[in-house]
């Protein structure tokens, strides 16, 4: 386990051609896994947030290899740890959600837009979750009016998963009402994926019916416009404020109702992912302004969360803190295991 982070750590680093670019890297990392809460480059210590800002927007470092490394990554510790079992296959969940940065004023190097009452940046990311272990595999950004919806989104992601995925696990699709739309429905079911997504009770099932008309629980019905059937389900959901409101949970393949249901609960995990991203790595907080007051690019924004939402979500300090010059020191660099995150 601890050879396998300090082997990750060492071939990400290795991509980065000089010095400078090297101990950059490991102040962003050791920012991420500091455990304060605040990973932002203006607090770093040995590195001037100028420096930070320029090797995340100016430095010609390859961030497509950086990506490639972490996957393979993750993609071998999980087919090691489940593939080769026997018996059953395990089943691999992929949460899909939009979540947003809220951010106000103008941003011109940024995809800054209006959504659902809420203006910033809006990211659609894939969540794996598999037994105890759960990784951020990819994001992407929405772009606003007249570009591709979150939907279409969603379906990109799911689309680019590996196929050797869906040939040794029960691979099992769980999102939110926000993606109830026939499009992504029927494009779930065309790339063979089971899907369990929450619907709004309004959806209308023919005949003058919605779903809040159904009495049984695990009834079959087919919505407008979509051409997959699917098994409908519904529970009740204590609201924040007090006061219960009925949630509506759909499934591509038939099971009892109480079934599909409690895998339509089990897409809350990656709202705690998003707290944690948020709270803990900085999601919402990256730079606003580089030191000479231009805005922060896209490729910068999208630079920070693959360390935030890559490396720094497999290598987990076994205690903390952990500063940048414990990556000097071979036996601190030991201490750092490949996340598994446990209940």
């Known amino acids: 386990m601890k050879h396998e982070a300090r082997t990750l750590f060492n071939t990400t680093q290795a991509l980065f051609t000089t010095h400078y670019q090297r101990r950059s890297y490991q102040t962003l990392i050791a920012g991420f896994l500091s455990a304060t809460g605040n990973p932002r480059p203006a607090t770093a210590s040995d590195k001037s947030a100028a420096a930070l800002s320029r090797f995340l927007n100016q430095y ?3 961030a497509r290899n950086l990506i490639r490394i972490v996957r393979t990554a993750i ?3 999980v087919w090691d740890t489940y593939a080769a079992r026997r018996g059953r296959k395990p089943t691999l969940e992929i949460m899909l959600d939009l979540t947003t940065l809220e ?20 990211l659609v990311v894939l969540y794996i979750v598999i037994g105890v272990q759960r990784f951020p595999w990819s994001f992407l950004v929405w772009r606003g009016k007249g570009s591709d919806s979150p939907t279409r989104l969603g379906l990109k992601l799911l689309e680019r998963i590996p196929v050797s995925w869906s040939q040794s696990f029960n691979v099992r699709v769980l999102a939110d009402s926000g993606f109830d739309s026939s499009e ?33 629980q695990g009834t079959q019905v087919q919505f407008k416009s979509c ?21 509506y949970v759909i499934s591509t393949r038939a099971a009892e109702g109480k079934t599909i249901t409690r895998w339509g609960k089990r897409r809350w995990r990656i709202e705690a992912f998003f707290k944690t991203m948020k709270s803990r790595f900085g999601l919402d907080q990256f730079g606003q302004r580089t030191a000479l007051g231009d805005g922060v690019k896209l490729d910068g924004f ?13 290598l987990e ?19 750092m295991l490949i996340h598994q995150n446990r209940r």
Do not use: C, S
Not at 302 to 314: K, L, S
């Open 60 to 62: 010609a470092w390859n």
């Open 184 to 216: 992504f429905i029927d494009g779930v079911n065309q790339l063979g994926i089971h899907g369990v997504i929450g619907a709004r009770g309004n959806r209308d099932i023919g005949e003058g019916h919605h779903l809040y008309d159904l009495r049984y």
């Open 103 to 122: 951010k106000t004023g103008a941003f011109p190097n940024l995809e800054i837009h209006a959504l659902k009452d809420k203006i910033g940046l809006h």
């Open 227 to 247: 051409v997959t059937r699917v098994f409908a389900a519904w529970f009740q959901l204590r609201q924040a404020r007090g006061g219960m409101v009925w949630r």
């Open 302 to 314: 999208e630079r920070t969360n693959i360390f935030g939402m890559g490396p720094a979500q497999i």
């Open 317 to 335: 300090p076994e205690r903390a803190p952990i500063m940048r010059q414990d990556f000097d020191r071979p036996d601190r660099l030991m201490v």
């Open 75 to 77: 993609h071998e510790r």
